[in-house]
Nanobody, 117 residues
Framework: QVQLVESGGGFVQTGRSLRLSCAAS????????MGWYRQAPGKQRELVAS?????????ADSVKGRFTISRDNANDTLMVYLQMNSLKPEDTANYYC?????????WGQGTQVTVSS
């Protein structure tokens, strides 16, 4: 089992920044993929950014150049961060951290990001 705990959401104005954090603990595999999805009301969940254990990153076109995903290992806890700059109202959504390993997805509880215009 893998447990994911997210933090860092909030309410900000257009153009400001937020940093989301996600801590993964438990049965962490050496080859894995972590990242963030988001879901806005009435919309499908979409992949925002991902980063594999080998360093390959993927971003949604809508966030390229504004968001940066990074990872860190410390004390048996795998951390993934999402630095979000130049936030726009359309970035408003519930953001979910995920961990993928061994054909299994594990999800965090979600953290709300609201960007006011």
């Amino acid at each position: 089992q893998v447990q994911l705990v997210e933090s860092g959401g909030g309410f900000v104005q257009t153009g400001r920044s937020l940093r989301l954090s996600c801590a993964a603990s438990g049965s962490i595999g050496s080859v894995n993929n972590m990242g963030w999805y988001r879901q806005a009301p009435g919309k499908q969940r979409e992949l925002v950014a991902s980063r594999t254990s080998s360093g390959v990153t993927t971003y949604a076109d809508s966030v390229k150049g504004r968001f940066t995903i990074s990872r860190d290992n410390a004390n048996d806890t795998l951390m993934v961060y999402l630095q979000m700059n130049s936030l726009k109202p359309e970035d408003t959504a519930n953001y979910y951290c995920y961990y993928y390993y061994g054909r299994m997805y594990y999800w965090g509880q979600g953290t709300q990001v609201t960007v006011s215009s």
